[in-house]
T-cell receptor
Framework: KQEVTQIPAALSVPEGENLVLNCSFT??????LQWFRQDPGKGLTSLLL?????REQTSGRLNASLDKSSGRSTLYIAASQPGDSATYLC?????????????FGKGTLLTVNP | NAGVTQTPKFQVLKTGQSMTLQCAQD?????MYWYRQDPGMGLRLIYY???????DKGEVPNGYNVSRLNKREFSLRLESAAPSQTSVYFC??????????????FGPGTRLTVL
């Protein structure tokens, strides 16, 4: 079964710290991987998408990496701020079936303390 | 651009009642999706429409029907609501033909409670 796992389920850090969120997936045959942010009671905001042919993507203080061979992706957040507090979701499109379907991890709840 | 919009934002139903959740996107995307989000289960795909005129089942389609009304609109219908359908429902859209392929954009969600 194709699965996506995010560890830890929750993370609390002081403001200004650099941090890494982890995502692992069970099948290295992927189409792409997408990181989302979700604020409480809100929808999902797309942060970064990495195609299977890419190793990383950057947007501002965010950097996402992809290692298909080990089935891992990381989301690096530099100089964290209280406004970064949210749930971060990783989602994978696996190849071989429907390339449209996203399989989601259960998320990491990030709290950045002032 | 409004992106992906959903109506209603909140709904309370009694068991056995029916309702339709509406979704529209103004990004000219070909593909649209319905997901549900439940505590401890994450987001799961209910139905998707790869292009106008086509629909396919996702991971949890039982108890739901969909209609791709046109390129902009994709509706989700509950014919006879059950308490197990209490959830937050998200609509999403994406474009498969241009880079970045299949980046999915989500609406704000509909919070549904079935009593």
């Amino acid at each position: 079964k194709q699965e996506v796992t995010q560890i830890p389920a929750a993370l609390s850090v002081p403001e200004g710290e650099n941090l890494v969120l982890n995502c692992s997936f069970t099948d290295s045959a992927i189409y792409n991987l997408q990181w989302f942010r979700q604020d409480p009671g809100k929808g999902l905001t797309s942060l970064l998408l990495i195609q299977s042919s890419q190793r990383e993507q950057t947007s501002g203080r965010l950097n996402a990496s992809l290692d298909k061979s080990s089935g891992r992706s990381t989301l690096y957040i530099a100089a964290s701020q209280p406004g970064d507090s949210a749930t971060y979701l990783c989602a994978v499109s696996f190849s071989g079936g429907s390339n449209y379907k996203l399989t989601f991890g259960k998320g990491t709840l990030l709290t950045v303390n002032p | 651009n409004a992106g992906v919009t959903q109506t209603p934002k909140f709904q309370v139903l009694k068991t056995g009642q029916s309702m339709t959740l509406q979704c529209a996107q103004d990004m000219n995307h070909n593909s649209m999706y319905w997901y549900r989000q439940d505590p401890g289960m994450g987001l799961r795909l209910i139905y998707y429409s790869a292009s106008e005129g086509t629909t396919d089942k996702g991971e949890v389609p039982n108890g739901y029907n969909v209609s791709r009304l046109n390129k902009r609109e994709f509706s989700l219908r509950l014919e006879s609501a059950a308490p197990s359908q209490t959830s937050v429902y998200f609509c999403a859209s994406s474009e498969l033909g241009t880079l970045p392929y299949n980046e999915q954009f989500f609406g704000p969600g509909t919070r549904l409670t079935v009593l």
